[in-house]
């Protein structure tokens, strides 16, 4: 029993000592942070909005019904030299103590973004409350502030409905802690989602900003939702897409929902000039077919299947080229890919990568299969 | 001056009980007339000791002597009384040997009879239902049991209730309960080793195991405890396990009690030794072990597959049932990152309005539940539902419209409760119901942190603890490799083989 009791003394010496873990906080003492945005104001300073949860304005399933209901969120801004400057600001107006432990996105507005964030991330790493995971968009043609402010469908909150969106479009998880690490690796440039608020304050997803990370992560432009799929089917960041496209033999089109992505990239190197075949194949469903084909049949099918990779193809090359020529930063990381094949090449290569890239010889190969019909045969407009 | 006082009135006490104990352990001796007054004076104010004089032909006087009520009157009547009344004493028996083999031989031929000249042997023999003839001119009394005694019938009992087994159950007589044990081990090694402990109450308790299974270290140390022990009454085999456990400091429960002869059975099987005592139909079997507790006799008869399944069940609810209310508030106040956003905005949301901290609520929940639990046991049947009325309908309803307990508080103690109500045998469940509220403590004041402090503390304490030697986490610490398969599975046996040689086309 004695030694019990000196364990006992032990535990509650080792208890004292680590009073560094005391920190209870009562559900109703924070400000729990959903978004965090971040934009530059016309005259140049850093402004961070943040939407925060009002947990009486939840319905928690019970009651309220009838009467004037709260609002579950509301957007507060403040100015500051950094990121953390703003904190007090904010703080200045609450009455709860700021909780980013369930923070779901990040913002940048596309003024700050083009001026470039990479002088801005340290906080987000560094803060040991700062939530990683983290989805992080930039708003095309406006303010974060606004997309924090506007009024959701479906979810209480913006946020979490934004980070369900991308589920919905197919798109794998892109945390935050994925764009540091893209951001800071080789060959690699970081390209993240775009969401633009509409006439009617509604938020639309649209495509993808592409970074340069070499001059201090400044967007360089934009990818419409269509070249980002391509764009993403690239680096494995799509799970699903639909392509619709003109079957000319058919005379009429055909839409084909993708599941199972697949890409291979290969690198060759011939007299120091570098080589890279793309290969991406898809296997899908036909989910409409206004043609006359019938795509039970393998002759037909293998029609729809050849004209559809055919255009899929012209696409992509034609989207890589603009990616090439206009923005000239490789967003495919296909540097990476020479690092992996090349690693003694590398060294001398990494450093005027950004001038290799546009000059690459890059050949796409696309095949897409049809595994499913869909549920009838041939177009109801071809029956006679 | 009290304390005088007090001690001075246990001393006469003492020195009472040891005076009459010393007297007794002189002989009877020849003259009757000496013996009955002796005896009369032992059982003076016992209204309810017969003494019986017979006269065998003016000669020879005998007396009978039993506790009115305790003995089978109609033996007594017609093998005693009859033969000697209406027959009488043979002639040309002079010798007091001869009377001594005439009762034997012819009187009660039927009944199991001892010889005794032992005072003290003889008022103990008379006290548990024999009855006593004393001869004049003997310094032997014959003691015949023909005890007959009201008992309660074998039940099934209500505390360890099973879906598939047998449905008896001990009774208080020490008699039965070996008897049951005798049917289902019918084997002359199953040895039962009588005792009496007890100043007063001269209880008897009976050491059973089989020879050959038991361990010896642990049947020595069985008997070396009950030979130590120094109490005054044995009511209940509660006084045993509390005299010889080794310590009364654990929460947890050292030895298994039981009221159902198949689980002895079963242990003792295994090698444990079973302490049965008169007066109780709980038997004790040592060593336990932490998970045998958490094991029900259906476990064993049931199908493996789906007892398998109810076990890791079980283990995985024990465990909720003490740490889950501990781990709402670990980390709604100290880790509200760990909780999923949704979940945690909904808490938020409906813990907005209530006043008190978490902890608190808890605490008070918790309090209200074990005292709802406590009602319930004591109740009459008739008001017993009352109970879960009252409790469900105002701390459940009222309390959480109210504001003053938030929802989620209320649903979290109600599983903590479901998941306590799981273990099979009630008394396995004290110690986590007692647990739980210094680990409430403990993540109440230091988070996760604090939890784990106090889960690693229960743990040292269990690892610590072994009960007659055996450690108490048996099977997992020390690993013993091949009894795991009775932990989270319990290993199907293998399969009987019921036909001989010659039928073998017969077998499937």
Known sequence: MKRAGKLCFVWLLMILSTTGCWNLREPDQLAYVLGTGLDLTKDGQLQISIQIVIPSGVDGGQESGGGTKEKSFRVISATGKNVYDTVPSFQAQLSRSLFLGHRRIILIGQRLAEHGIGNLLDEFIRNPQSELRSRIYVVKNGQAKDILSAEPIFEPFTPTELVRQQATLGLKRYYFRDFLSDALSQGLQPMVPTVRLTDSKQFVYSGTAVFNKDEGLKLVGFLNSKESNYAYWITNRQTTFTITSIVKQGNGNVSLKLRSLDRRIRVKMIDKQIQIDVHLTGEGTILENNTNLDPTKRKDLNIIQEELSQTTQKSIQKMIKKVQEQYKTDIFGFGESVHRKYPYQWKTLKQDWNDTFPELDISVKVELQSKDPGETTSSIKSIP | ?508
Request: net charge neutral.
């Open chain 2, 1 to 508: 001056m009290e304390r005088l006082g007090k001690s001075h009135l246990k001393n006469k006490l003492e020195t009472n009980i040891n005076q009459s104990f010393e007297n007794s352990s002189s002989n009877i001796s020849k003259n009757i007339a000496e013996n009955e007054q002796f005896l009369k004076n032992m059982f003076q104010n016992c209204s309810d000791i017969i003494f019986r004089e017979i006269m065998i032909h003016g000669e020879t006087k005998l007396l009978l002597i039993h506790v009115d009520g305790m003995i089978n009157t109609d033996i007594i009547t017609s093998n005693v009384l009859k033969p000697l009344m209406y027959g009488g004493l043979p002639q040309g028996l002079g010798t007091i040997d001869s009377i001594a083999q005439m009762f034997e031989q012819e009187v009660f031929s039927v009944l199991p009879i001892k010889k005794l000249s032992n005072y003290g042997d003889i008022v103990d023999h008379i006290l548990k239902g024999n009855a006593a003839i004393l001869a004049d001119g003997e310094d032997v009394a014959l003691l015949a049991d023909v005890s007959k005694f009201k008992t309660r019938a074998i039940e099934e009992p209500y505390n360890e209730a099973v879906i598939r087994g047998p449905k008896e159950g001990f009774t208080e007589q020490l008699r039965i309960n070996t008897t049951m044990l005798r049917r289902i081990v019918a084997t002359p090694k199953l040895k039962l080793e009588s005792l009496k402990v007890g100043k007063l109450t001269r209880t008897d308790v009976v050491i059973a195991y089989i020879e050959g299974i038991v361990s010896l270290s642990v049947l020595n140390e069985v008997r070396k405890r009950i030979n130590q022990i120094k109490i005054d009454a044995i009511i209940e085999s509660g006084y045993i396990e509390e005299s010889i456990e080794d310590t009364h400091l654990s929460p947890f429960p050292q030895m298994d009690v039981t009221e159902r002869p198949d689980i002895v059975a079963a242990k003792l099987v295994k090698g444990k030794v079973a302490i049965l005592v008169n007066g109780s139909p709980c038997a004790l079997v040592v060593p336990m072990t932490f998970l045998e507790g958490l094991q029900a006799p259906d476990d064993y008869y049931e199908r493996f597959l789906f007892v398998s399944f109810i076990r890791c069940i079980r283990y995985l609810l024990v465990f909720l049932s003490v740490v889950f209310p501990s781990i709402y508030i670990a980390l709604t106040t100290f880790h509200p990152e760990m909780v999923p956003q949704e979940l945690m905005i909904t808490i938020a949301s409906l813990r907005e309005k209530t006043p008190l901290p978490t902890v608190i609520e808890v605490f008070m929940m918790e309090f209200m539940f074990e005292g709802l639990r406590e009602a319930g046991i004591r109740l009459p049947k008739q008001i017993g539902p009352l109970v879960s009325i009252v409790g469900a309908l105002i701390i459940g309803e009222a309390a959480v419209n109210a504001g003053i307990i938030s929802a989620p508080i209320v649903i979290v103690v109600s599983i903590a409760g479901i998941c306590s109500f799981i273990i099979p045998r009630l008394r396995s469940g004290y110690p986590f119901r007692m647990l739980s509220f210094p680990l409430l403590i403990l993540s109440g004041t230091f988070g996760l942190f604090g939890l784990a402090i106090g889960i690693i503390a229960i743990l040292i304490h269990l690892v610590q603890l072994s009960p007659f030697g055996t450690p108490y986490l048996t099977p997992v610490a020390p690993l013993i490799t091949h009894r795991l398969k009775d932990l989270f599975i319990r290993w199907p046996r293998k399969r009987a083989i019921y036909t001989g040689p010659d039928n073998e086309a017969d077998q499937p």
